[in-house]
């Protein structure tokens, strides 16, 4: 019979990692609520293939002091609450002090640290749970919170990760919700060294959401502002016209916290039945401020799940308060034709571009004017007295430049040196002498051969569908009313 023992710490914490740290989005959300609690104004993501190698995460906030970042690392350390009754009060995002611990446990972790009143920063490594160095190191204020090789030490946990592709997606949709939910905080966010998002922090909602979801769904907002004994609701509901078929474009928000609500759920599409068809679901983005002691956040380790004492206030609020922005309201949408001016200012704004794309560099610039037939200077030839014989010649090509053979006048017929307008000239001044009428040049042109266009040769003259070939076909039946099918040469 098995005897009951306590596990050891590293058990411990390897299995508490399976509640918190799922993917590298679990990470990525980890630190980043972190970063916001410790009242940074810019913070920047970078991941590495799909986050699976590489996350780091920077911040401006106030930093961990030198003595306390040993403690931030073990098991419910925390410095967001203090006792129980603080649960009834939250204002943080994180409080739970299992976040550093659980991500510590199945990676490779640096963090390199300093706090405003410090002179100097502190650098710890922590791998799969052990301590590796503190050391002293010169930083900015702030926290860098660098995640390497995730889950290296858990293979079971690793071969269940999707693609990097697939990983990094999941992470973009999370830095896309914290972007909407905390507009005065600056956010970069870059995949495999390419800036994917980045807000500048000014506090203003609608250009978050212009820069996530374009110009089409911001001009199609509705700006809402309601307010009940206890609930403040702000933020932009859609029209109609903005629609999906999933409910990706939901996004509701409780004191900052980006959260999945059923009852929320439910009021939004509620109130919008009347005004959408079928399987479509609208675009919003409300901000709830409750008092913390009506909501009740702590219901999974992850934190996406929200209790509310009083649900049915809640579900009353959001229903009317669409209902109320949309009554009354003209919901045809409005189509424009472009006029042709905005069509020639369009086209004016591509060939620009265009033009600044295909400029060429400096040191190509001089190159391209020595090279031009243009520039090349050559003698005026001198013309004897044999003007039929030049009349003659009135007829030949035009045109052509020699750009780096130079010859003597003398050996150089006029036609070949000379532009169009000079040879119609001269030609004049000649049939003026002699009484000879001459044509202009253009009419005695010749018509120039078209360019020889490489052509594939052929193995075998005699091809199927050629006419001599076609000769000897015989059609023996067709398939589906579409092909034929031929006999030739004895073949099918």
């Known amino acids: 019979m098995r005897e009951i023992a306590v596990l050891d710490q590293n058990t411990i914490d390897k299995i508490a990692a399976g509640e918190v740290v799922e993917r590298p989005a679990s990470v990525v959300k980890e630190l980043v609520e972190n970063a916001i609690d410790a009242g940074a104004t810019a913070i920047t993501v970078e991941i590495k293939e799909g986050g699976i190698s590489f996350i780091r995460v920077t911040d401006n906030g106030n930093g961990i002091p030198k003595d306390q970042v040993r ?54 490594v922590i791998e799969g749970g052990r301590e590796k160095s503190l050391e002293e190191i ?35 949709a999370y830095m896309e919700q914290l972007a909407l939910s905390h507009q005065d905080i600056s956010f970069k966010y870059m995949v495999n060294g390419q800036m994917r998002l980045h807000s500048s922090g000014n506090s203003n909602l609608r250009d978050v959401i212009y820069g996530i979801y374009g110009r089409d769904i911001t001009r199609e907002l509705l700006e809402v502002r309601f307010e009940r004994p206890g609930i403040l609701i702000e933020g932009f509901i859609g029209k109609p016209v903005v629609s999906r078929g999933n409910r990706n474009f939901e996004n509701y928000y409780i004191n900052g916290r980006y959260v999945k609500s059923k009852i929320l759920m439910k009021a939004i599409e509620e109130a919008y039945k009347p005004y959408m068809m079928q399987h479509k679901y609208p675009f919003v983005c409300l901000q709830y401020t409750i008092s913390g002691d009506e909501i009740d956040v702590n219901v999974h380790p992850t ?28 919901m045809i949408p409005q189509v424009e034709l472009e006029s042709r001016e905005e069509k020639r200012e369009e086209r004016k704004e591509e060939k620009k571009k ?11 610039t001089g190159f391209r004017k020595k090279s031009v037939p243009e520039q090349i200077q050559e003698e005026r030839p001198v013309y004897g007295k044999e003007e039929p014989a030049k009349k003659e010649e009135a007829g030949s090509p035009v045109g052509i430049h020699l750009a780096s053979v130079h010859l003597p006048a003398s050996e150089v017929s006029p036609p070949e040196i000379h532009k169009e307008q000079e040879t119609e000239k001269e030609e004049q001044k000649i049939s003026a002498k002699e009484n000879i009428p001459v044509s202009p040049a253009k009419e005695e042109r010749k018509p120039e051969a078209a360019p020889l266009q490489p052509q594939q040769m052929e193995l075998f003259d005699d091809r199927l569908l050629s006419k001599k070939a076609r000769a000897r076909h015989r059609i023996i039946g067709q398939l589906f009313e579409t092909y034929w099918l031929v006999e030739y040469d004895n073949k099918f």
């Open 71 to 124: 403690l931030a690392f073990l098991r419910h350390a925390t410095s967001k609450i203090q006792k129980v009754e603080d649960l009834l009060q939250i204002s943080s995002l994180g409080f739970r002090g299992e976040a550093l611990s659980s991500i510590s446990a199945v990676s490779q972790m640096e963090v390199i640290t300093k706090t405003p009143e410090d002179m100097i920063g502190v650098r710890y």
């Open 138 to 172: 010169g930083a900015p204020n702030g926290t860098t919170m660098l995640v390497r090789n995730l889950f290296f030490n858990t293979p079971a946990r690793a071969k269940f990760l999707k693609t990097a592709m697939t990983e990094a997606g999941y992470v973009s």
């Open 303 to 330: 934190k996406m799940e929200v209790r509310f004492q009083n649900q049915g206030a809640v579900y009353n609020a959001t229903y009317d308060m669409i209902t109320q922005t949309l009554s009354g309201r003209e």
């Open 354 to 364: 265009r033009e600044r794309i295909l400029a060429p560099e400096p040191f190509e």
